[in-house]
């Protein structure tokens, strides 16, 4: 049974920095592909980064530069390291995990971010 649960949301302020994490199990992180969506009230759910199972990353023009996300296989755990926050980063946070090349086949229940 895979699960994979985000935590580290919050408010932050403006230019400030969060780490979101989400522990998996039932799954072993580094032979997937991962990645962090965001979706806000009334869009469309957005890919924010992604990371293949050899770490080859990529992220969204909009967060480029800011934020980071890696992946550690001994704790089984995904990271995104947010830096330098907006308020446009509002929005639920979540991670998703599949088989390369996919990222959709499992979900976490999301944790909610709130820039200020």
């Known amino acids: 049974h895979v699960q994979l649960v985000e935590s580290g949301g919050g408010m932050v302020q403006a230019g400030g920095s969060a780490r979101l994490s989400c522990a998996a199990s039932?799954?072993?992180?580094?032979?997937?592909?991962m990645a962090w969506f965001r979706q806000t009230p009334g869009k469309e759910r957005e890919g924010v980064a992604g990371?293949?199972?050899?770490?080859?990353?990529s992220y969204a023009d909009s967060v480029k530069g800011r934020f980071t996300i890696r992946k550690d296989n001994d704790t089984n755990t995904l990271y995104l390291q947010m830096n330098g926050l907006k308020t446009e980063d509002t929005a639920m946070y979540y991670c998703?995990?599949?088989?390369?090349?996919?990222?959709?086949?499992?979900w976490g229940q999301g944790t909610q971010v709130t820039v200020s």
């Open positions: 998703a995990a599949g088989r390369c090349p996919d990222t959709n086949d499992y």
């Open positions: 039932g799954l072993t992180v580094s032979t997937y592909c």
């Open positions: 990371i293949d199972f050899d770490g080859s990353a």
